[in-house]
């Protein structure tokens, strides 16, 4: 089965810009994650979805960030505007909640630097 | 609230020797799930091993297996006969059974395999 897919992988904008973010998940799959994850630290859950409602969000910088899961499948994260903190991967995760092995499958991120 | 730590920023393993990575964990429910995830060097994060709180019995994945002691609450992972492969980030990840499934990661081991 296909895996998560991101993009852009890279993306490079000065402060006080505006940037977004792409998420398919595994099909099928009902909850999707987005991480931020800083060099050196392990992921912070900024917001996830069940289906296109949202679960959590309450790391999710709202002054800044947004994010939507239009048709409870693919997700878009938004930043608006950027400041130099905001320089992290952002990974998006998907899972099929409700099995006794319920996993989180990840995508490959995406690298974002705020110059 | 939960809380992943990991006190080993890094360490180091001969190829084909065994080394424990370490992890503890905060929480007053009785019912939860621990991970270890791999996260190669610009490769995508994936699931190593997880151990169901409610199992008595250490979860084993081929080289890889837990030694998880629950009223202590840590959780560390054993990985024998290291390959120059297994040369990864390390992180040690927490969710409840039920509910919200939001996962809480701790800030991850960098594993070095030295051949």
């Known amino acids: 089965e296909a895996g998560v897919a991101q993009s852009p992988r890279y993306k490079i904008i000065e402060k006080r810009q505006s940037v977004a973010f792409w998420c398919n998940p595994i099909s099928g799959h009902a909850t999707l994650y987005w991480y931020q994850q800083i060099l050196g630290q392990g992921p912070k859950l900024l917001i996830q979805?069940?289906?296109?409602?949202?679960?959590?969000d309450s790391q999710l910088p709202k002054d800044r960030f947004s994010a939507e899961r239009l048709k409870g499948v693919d997700s878009t994260l938004k930043i608006q505007p950027a400041k130099l903190e905001d320089s992290a991967v952002y990974l998006c995760a998907s899972s099929l909640p409700g099995q006794i092995q319920e996993t989180q499958y990840f995508g490959p991120g995406t690298r974002l630097l705020v110059l | 609230a939960q809380t992943v730590t990991q006190s080993q920023p890094e360490m180091s393993v001969q190829e084909a020797e065994t080394v424990t990575l370490s992890c503890t964990y905060d929480t007053s429910e009785s019912d939860y799930y621990l991970f270890w995830y791999k996260q190669p060097p610009s490769r995508q994060m994936i699931l190593v091993i997880r151990q169901e709180a409610y199992k008595q019995q250490n979860a084993t994945e081929n080289r890889f297996s837990v030694n998880f002691q629950k009223a202590a609450k840590s959780f560390s992972l054993k990985i024998s006969d290291s390959q120059l492969g297994d040369a990864a980030m390390y992180f040690c990840?927490?969710?409840?059974?039920?509910?919200?499934?939001?996962?809480?990661f701790g800030t991850g081991t960098r594993l070095k395999v030295l051949a």
């Open positions: 979805f069940q289906n296109n409602g949202v679960v959590d």
């Open positions: 990840a927490y969710r409840l059974a039920s509910g919200t499934y939001k996962y809480i």
